[in-house]
Nanobody, 126 residues
Framework: QVQLVESGGGLVQAGGSLRLSCAAS????????MGWFRQAPGKEREFVVT????????YYAGSVKGRFTISRDNAKNMMYLQMNSLKPEDTAVYYC???????????????????WGQGTQVTVSS
C-alpha cells in the first residue's frame, strides 16, 4: 500500500508555470511505476505522463509533450511534474498514481494504476 499526497496546485495565468509534487509514503518507492493523470469537470480521468521506476524512461500524452516534464527522486520518495506554457485547457484536478511494477511497459490507462493521491487543483486563467 502506498500513500500518495500531491501538492503545488493553484491558479496561474495562461503561459505561466507550476510545479506539482507527489510525496509517497512507502519503503520501496523504486519498485513503482508512477504516473500523473488529470480530470476536468464532466470529463473522464485523462492520462498525462508516466515514468518508470528508475526515472530514465518517460511517456507523455501528446497534449502536454514539450510543455510538461516529469521527474522522480527515489531517495526522497518524491515525484514531480513541471508544467510550463500552461493553457486554459490544462485546468483540472491533477492526480498522482502508482503501480507496483519495475518493467519497461508504459501504463497509460487510469484503470492500470491501483494507488492514487487525493488530487490537487490546477486552474489556468485566460
Amino acid at each position: 500500500q502506498v500513500q500518495l499526497v500531491e501538492s503545488g496546485g493553484g491558479l496561474v495565468q495562461a503561459g505561466g508555470s507550476l510545479r506539482l509534487s507527489c510525496a509517497a509514503s512507502v519503503r520501496t518507492f523504486s519498485m513503482y511505476t508512477m504516473g500523473w493523470f488529470r480530470q476536468a469537470p464532466g470529463k473522464e480521468r485523462e492520462f498525462v505522463v508516466t515514468i518508470n521506476w528508475s526515472g530514465d524512461r518517460t511517456y507523455y500524452a501528446g497534449s502536454v509533450k514539450g510543455r510538461f516534464t516529469i521527474s522522480r527522486d527515489n531517495a526522497k520518495n518524491m515525484m514531480y511534474l513541471q508544467m510550463n506554457s500552461l493553457k486554459p485547457e490544462d485546468t483540472a484536478v491533477y492526480y498522482c498514481a502508482a503501480r507496483y511494477y519495475r518493467g519497461s511497459y508504459y501504463y497509460t490507462k487510469y484503470t492500470e494504476y491501483d494507488q492514487w493521491g487525493q488530487g490537487t487543483q490546477v486552474t489556468v486563467s485566460s
